[in-house]
C-alpha cells in the first residue's frame, strides 16, 4: 500500500450565494437582455472556462433568438491573483461582424483579462458589444472596464464554485462559496 508524503489540506469554504439565489438572479438578468435585445439576435460569447454554467443556464433563460460561441483566455494559472499576462488559448470560430455581441464572464476581477478580450472584439467590428459578468469584484480591479449586466457584486475575497475554480477544482459545485485562507 502506497502512502503519499504530500499533505491533504482541507479547505475551509463559507457559502456566499446559494443555487436558488443564483438562479434567481439569472433570471433576472434575462429579463433585462430580452429587454434591451428585443427584435436582434445575439452572438452569445462565453469565456471559457469558468463561464460554462452560467452561460447553459442564462441561454436557456433568454427568450430572444441567440448562437453560441467560445472563447478561452488564461491570466490566472493556478494562483489565486491574476497575473495580468493574457493568453488567448481559443479564439472564435464565428465572425462576429456586425452582430450584437454579448460576453458572458464568469467573474470581473482585476478587468484586465476583459478589457484586453474587449479590444479584440471591438477591433472585429460587431453591431454592438456588451459585457454581462455573474459576479463583480471590485476590490482588485486594475482598469475600468464597461459591464453592462451584473449578477452579483462582492468586495473581496477568493470565490468557487459555480463553474469558478481553484487549482481546476470546485467548478461542479452548485453555489458559490468564499475560500477562507488563500
Known amino acids: 500500500?502506497?502512502?503519499?508524503?504530500?499533505?491533504?489540506?482541507?479547505?475551509?469554504?463559507?457559502?456566499?450565494f446559494s443555487a436558488?439565489?443564483?438562479?434567481?438572479?439569472?433570471k433576472a438578468l434575462a429579463a433585462e437582455i430580452?429587454?434591451?435585445?428585443?427584435?436582434?439576435?445575439?452572438?452569445?460569447?462565453?469565456?471559457?472556462?469558468?463561464?460554462?454554467?452560467?452561460?447553459a443556464d442564462l441561454i436557456r433563460a433568454v427568450d430572444t433568438p441567440?448562437?453560441?460561441?467560445?472563447?478561452?483566455?488564461?491570466?490566472?494559472?493556478?494562483?489565486?491573483?491574476?497575473?495580468?499576462i493574457i493568453e488567448v488559448r481559443k479564439d472564435l470560430e464565428m465572425s462576429i461582424k456586425d452582430k450584437h455581441v454579448l460576453v458572458v464572464e464568469d467573474i470581473v476581477d482585476s478587468g484586465l483579462t476583459l478589457e484586453s478580450l474587449r479590444?479584440?472584439?471591438?477591433?472585429?467590428?460587431?453591431?454592438?458589444?456588451k459585457i454581462c459578468t455573474l459576479i463583480d469584484k471590485?476590490?482588485?480591479?486594475?482598469?475600468?472596464?464597461?459591464?453592462?449586466y451584473v449578477g452579483f457584486s462582492m468586495d473581496d475575497g477568493?470565490?468557487?464554485?459555480?463553474?469558478?475554480?481553484?487549482?481546476?477544482?470546485?467548478?461542479d459545485l452548485p453555489d458559490i462559496r468564499v475560500v477562507e485562507g488563500t
Open 1 to 16: 500500500m502506497e502512502t503519499s508524503n504530500t499533505p491533504q489540506i482541507k479547505l475551509s469554504m463559507t457559502p456566499l
Open 20 to 26: 436558488d439565489d443564483i438562479a434567481a438572479r439569472i
Open 34 to 55: 430580452d429587454r434591451d435585445y428585443r427584435g436582434k439576435e445575439i452572438l452569445m460569447i462565453a469565456v471559457l472556462k469558468g463561464s460554462f454554467l452560467f452561460i
Open 66 to 84: 441567440s448562437v453560441i460561441d467560445f472563447v478561452r483566455l488564461a491570466s490566472y494559472g493556478s494562483a489565486t491573483q491574476s497575473s495580468g
Open 119 to 129: 479590444e479584440m472584439l471591438l477591433n472585429r467590428q460587431p453591431a454592438s458589444l
Open 138 to 148: 471590485q476590490a482588485q480591479r486594475v482598469t475600468e472596464v464597461p459591464v453592462d
Open 158 to 171: 477568493f470565490i468557487v464554485g459555480y463553474g469558478l475554480d481553484l487549482d481546476e477544482k470546485y467548478r
